[in-house]
């Protein structure tokens, strides 16, 4: 998440908070807030890593290192009002839900912006926004006469453009669909790049950051999609096995959230980016290669990129030899670039079963264990060879308890038509497998 350049702009701006309101602000009350009131949001919003930040003047979400992430600056929160600080976090979950972190940015990058704001504050009961957020159907709050003495003529035209065109919008349609609307409106399309290029902007605009989101590669886009489908099932399972599940989701929301899960991530993806961000670099002196700073005095450095990954393979009758084949044709593909060293389990981890895994050399499927199944032991085992592996996989059925937190990254591999027993850490990357079809 880089620091917000310029297209975050509000003709009503929320109160300045105090120093001390800074100081003494805490996001936690409105976190438990969402926990008794809002269940889904709130199962979304466990998910995410909060960060407290001045790098970003308002707050917005990310996805890097294969962690979800909400970035807040307490100088702003701490300046809304209680029910908009509520309003604020559902804002950012649907940025999540819709995908927006993950996509490509379509340019021009304010235009995109106004479009995903559009698309989301509809799913926001009105009182959660703060005065001046952009909500598609709806005028943009009246001038005051302070206001209006610092624009000009051409600005204040502008800005009733495009209060006009918002006005004009329906709601709960695409980001996409908004966008186009506005590129096909010349005159409003015209307001808000003026809007865009004045110095302080006195536009309407966003609540939140919007920088970062077209960072991805294409193997972390397919991954983050992985993530972030996963987080929006657990959430729906919750919502639906409680009382207050769904809170303020409308129905409209609720069809939404079900058709983005109707689209299957297909698991290799996921697989594949979990091997790629426990990658390292190794860097060796390279004498053919000019070093940056001393060409010709020092050699230069080459990076070269390897992992070392222990997979752990669940020896209960459920885990079957087609679900051995399904994985393995996966990592024999991967094996290029990455280590594989593998172990059975049950209640414990049978080090004797230990077989290495490296390009070209595929092992056996062999069978060694029949007892139950224990994730501590294989947590425990995993912690204590953290520096030989740079991360773990588990190929299991996920009937077992939760082996609580872990050194190095950890990868649930679970097998088709089972479901993990609890819920994974947010930290955690959980691969669903889906087998081949006969």
Request: proline share 4%.
């Given at each position: 998440?880089?620091?917000?350049?310029?297209?975050?702009?509000?003709?009503?701006?929320?109160?300045?908070?105090?120093?001390?309101?800074v100081a003494t602000?805490?996001?936690?009350?409105?976190?438990?807030?969402?926990?008794?009131?809002?269940?889904?949001?709130?199962?979304?919003?466990?998910?995410?890593?909060?960060?407290?930040?001045?790098?970003?003047?308002?707050?917005g979400v990310s996805a890097t290192e294969g962690e979800l992430k909400l970035w807040w600056n307490p100088e702003f929160v701490a300046g809304l009002k209680q029910e908009t600080v509520r309003g604020l976090l559902k804002h950012e979950c649907w940025h999540i839900i819709l995908g927006h972190i993950f996509d490509r940015r379509q340019e021009p990058h304010m235009q995109w912006n106004y479009a995903t704001d559009w698309a989301i504050n509809c799913h926001i009961p009105e009182d959660e926004l703060p005065e001046g957020g952009l909500q598609a159907g709806s005028e943009f709050p009246t001038l005051t006469d302070e206001q209006l003495a610092d624009m000009s003529e051409q600005r204040v035209q502008d800005y009733h453009t495009l209060s006009a065109f918002q006005a004009g919008l329906p709601k709960h349609k695409s980001s996409e669909w908004y966008f186009s609307e506005l590129m096909n409106n010349q005159e409003a399309n015209d307001a808000l790049n003026r809007g865009a290029e004045g110095e302080d902007g006195d536009l309407p605009g966003m609540i939140d950051d919007h920088d970062?989101?077209?960072?991805?590669?294409?193997?972390?886009?397919?991954?983050?999609?992985?993530?972030?489908?996963?987080?929006?099932?657990?959430?729906?399972?919750?919502?639906?096995?409680?009382?207050?599940?769904?809170?303020?989701?409308s129905a409209e929301g609720r069809k939404t959230i079900r058709d983005i899960l109707s689209n299957e991530i297909p698991w290799q993806s996921v697989l594949k980016r979990f091997c790629g961000?426990?990658?390292?670099?190794?860097?060796?002196?390279n004498v053919r290669?000019?070093?940056?700073?001393?060409?010709?005095?020092?050699?230069?450095?080459?990076?070269?990129?390897?992992?070392?990954?222990?997979?752990?393979?669940?020896?209960?009758?459920?885990?079957?030899?087609?679900?051995?084949?399904?994985?393995?044709?996966e990592l024999r593909s991967l094996s290029r670039q990455t280590e594989f060293v593998l172990y059975n389990f049950d209640t414990r981890v049978d080090e004797s079963s230990k077989r290495e895994w490296k390009r070209g050399r595929t092992p056996d499927a062999i069978r060694t264990r029949f007892g139950?199944?224990?994730?501590?032991?294989?947590?425990?085992?995993?912690?204590?060879?953290?520096?030989?592996?740079?991360?773990?996989?588990?190929?299991?059925d996920g009937e077992a308890p939760d082996p609580g937190p872990t050194k190095l990254k950890r990868g649930w591999v679970i097998v088709?038509?089972?479901?993990?027993?609890?819920?994974?850490s947010h930290r955690d990357f959980v691969i669903k497998m889906k087998g081949a079809v006969e």
């Open positions: 998440m880089t620091k917000n350049k310029g297209t975050n702009v509000d003709i009503a701006p929320v109160g300045k908070a105090s120093a001390e309101q602000f805490k996001l936690d009350p409105y976190l438990l807030d969402l926990l008794w009131n809002e269940p889904f949001y709130s199962a979304v919003m466990r998910k995410l890593t909060k960060i407290k930040t001045t790098d970003i003047p308002t707050a970062g989101w077209d960072e991805l590669s294409d193997e972390e886009r397919e991954f983050v999609k992985g993530k972030v489908k996963k987080v929006l099932e657990d959430a729906a399972s919750e919502a639906d096995n409680k009382s207050r599940g769904w809170g303020t989701v961000t426990t990658r390292r670099a190794n860097r060796n002196s290669r000019l070093h940056r700073k001393y060409p010709g005095i020092h050699p230069g450095v080459q990076k070269g990129y390897t992992s070392s990954i222990a997979v752990y393979v669940d020896q209960s009758g459920s885990v079957g030899d087609k679900d051995l084949e399904l994985l393995f044709g139950g199944t224990c994730f501590k032991a294989v947590t425990e085992h995993a912690n204590k060879n953290a520096k030989s592996f740079d991360g773990y996989l588990i190929l299991t088709p038509n089972r479901e993990l027993g609890f819920t994974a």
